[in-house]
């Protein structure tokens, strides 16, 4: 159905509301026409005091802003919010709501409407709180209901997440940094264990995945997650993708250590030079974010590397091998001496999306893991099988 209306101030728009989208035309030699989709709008706000003042207004009389369309707008892999002013005579602007608003409502019932909001107050330099008090008000906007809570201890997550009815939500959203998110996620799935009867320190039991979407609005000093989801670290960007409820699956990898569970990765899981690399970093917290950058170069390039005694058993899915025809799983055993194994999502390196990549090093030449990590930061796949690297895929999709 076609309106005429002032949008933004420009007076004579045409504007056209359909089922999924408003198109609205300005008149003159330069038109400039915008469609915005229904499905990227984030809110509308109507001026109710308006309407009952104006009904009766004549044609000349000024006309009020009754109407306000906030949506998204893209630019690349970042996302803004924009507003649309819809203002003009009131009969025309309720009939240009009335037709808007049930079409939009199809789109929100669709959208989470409650949401557990954790702050951890302290991430990086202290984002998470400033974060939250300007992203909550977005959420609100959108008609999504926040029950918000701050820590205030170490390890709070952890207690808040294990007494939370989760029935009352439709997902978490965490302000905080990788270190928060990993905490959130470790706590919900040993309640979701335990809610389901496992042993999550059963490393031959079954992995039950998170039923409990997470969202991350990226506020620490290592923002990895949000990077890999959002491909920045904006904070409007991630809110407004929790806003649209777009969820997408990770893998996940559990550690175990003589029968118990150690904890659970999303981004990497690693044990020698690259463990070594991020333990360091974590502890030069005073750096700030500078860490990530002088912590890797000062381990790969000045620091003596040490290596471990190992034996390492890979299974039939992570060698992309079937069972035989009996049915027994295939096995490669690889012993000796190692600097480092580490399992990494394989799209980190430019490869399918839900494969893990293992990745086995013995003594390793400071050039070659430099490599890697370059590789890390362009997403490029690991193409060359090194005398010092072996590389393992795994189909296995948490």
């Known amino acids: 159905m076609a309106f005429t209306l002032t949008v933004n101030g420009k007076v004579d728009t045409d504007c056209n509301v359909t089922e999924q989208e408003i198109r609205t035309s300005t008149p003159g030699r330069k038109s400039k026409e915008l469609i915005i989709q229904l499905d990227d709008v984030i809110g509308i706000e109507t001026n109710e005091s308006e309407f009952s003042t104006s009904t009766n207004q004549s044609k000349t009389t000024k006309p009020k802003c009754l109407c306000k369309v906030h949506y998204i707008k893209r630019k690349k892999?970042?996302?803004?919010?924009?507003?649309?002013?819809?203002?003009?005579?009131?009969?025309?602007?309720?009939?240009?709501?009335?037709?808007?608003?049930?079409?939009?409502?199809?789109?929100?019932?669709?959208?989470?409407?409650?949401?557990?909001?954790?702050?951890?107050?302290?991430?990086?330099?202290?984002?998470?709180?400033?974060?939250?008090?300007?992203?909550?008000?977005?959420?609100?906007?959108?008609?999504?209901?926040?029950?918000?809570?701050?820590?205030?201890?170490?390890?709070?997550?952890?207690?808040?997440?294990?007494?939370?009815?989760?029935?009352?939500?439709?997902?978490?959203?965490?302000f905080g940094g990788d270190g928060s998110f990993s905490e959130v996620l470790g706590s919900l799935l040993r309640v979701t264990h335990e809610k389901a009867g496992l042993d999550y320190n059963d490393m031959n039991g079954p992995l039950t995945s998170n039923s409990v979407p997470i969202g991350i609005i990226p506020s620490g000093t290592g923002n990895g997650i949000s990077v890999a989801q959002y491909g920045n670290y904006d904070t409007v960007t991630a809110a407004l993708h929790i806003i649209k409820g777009n969820t997408r699956k990770i893998p996940l990898m559990a550690e175990y250590c003589e029968d118990e569970l150690v904890g659970y990765a999303t981004v990497v899981s690693a044990y020698g030079l690259f463990a070594d690399m991020m333990y360091e970093t974590d502890q030069k917290r005073w750096m700030r974010r500078a860490r990530y950058i002088v912590m890797p170069i000062y381990s790969i390039f000045f620091k003596t590397q040490r290596l471990f005694e190992a034996e390492i058993t890979l299974t039939g899915s992570q060698l992309c091998k079937p069972d035989d025809e009996e049915g027994k799983t295939k096995e490669e055993t690889i012993s000796g001496e190692f600097s480092m194994v580490a399992f990494f999502p394989a799209k980190v390196f430019g490869m399918t999306e839900g494969e893990v990549l293992v990745l086995i090093f013995r003594r390793t030449p400071s050039s070659h893991f430099f490599r890697l990590m370059l590789n890390m930061m362009k997403s490029e796949v690991v193409r060359k099988r090194c005398t010092t690297l072996s590389s393992y895929r795994s189909n296995d999709n948490y």
Request: net charge positive; charged share 25%; aromatic share 10%.
């Open 77 to 174: 892999t970042v996302w803004k919010q924009e507003t649309l002013s819809v203002t003009g005579q009131a009969e025309e602007c309720q009939r240009f709501i009335s037709q808007l608003q049930p079409n939009f409502k199809k789109v929100y019932d669709t959208r989470p409407k409650r949401l557990l909001v954790l702050v951890n107050p302290i991430s990086g330099g202290r984002y998470g709180q400033s974060n939250s008090k300007k992203i909550v008000p977005l959420f609100e906007l959108a008609g999504i209901a926040c029950d918000v809570k701050v820590s205030d201890r170490a390890k709070h997550f952890i207690e808040m997440v294990s007494e939370y009815d989760f029935t009352t939500v439709d997902g978490i959203v965490v």
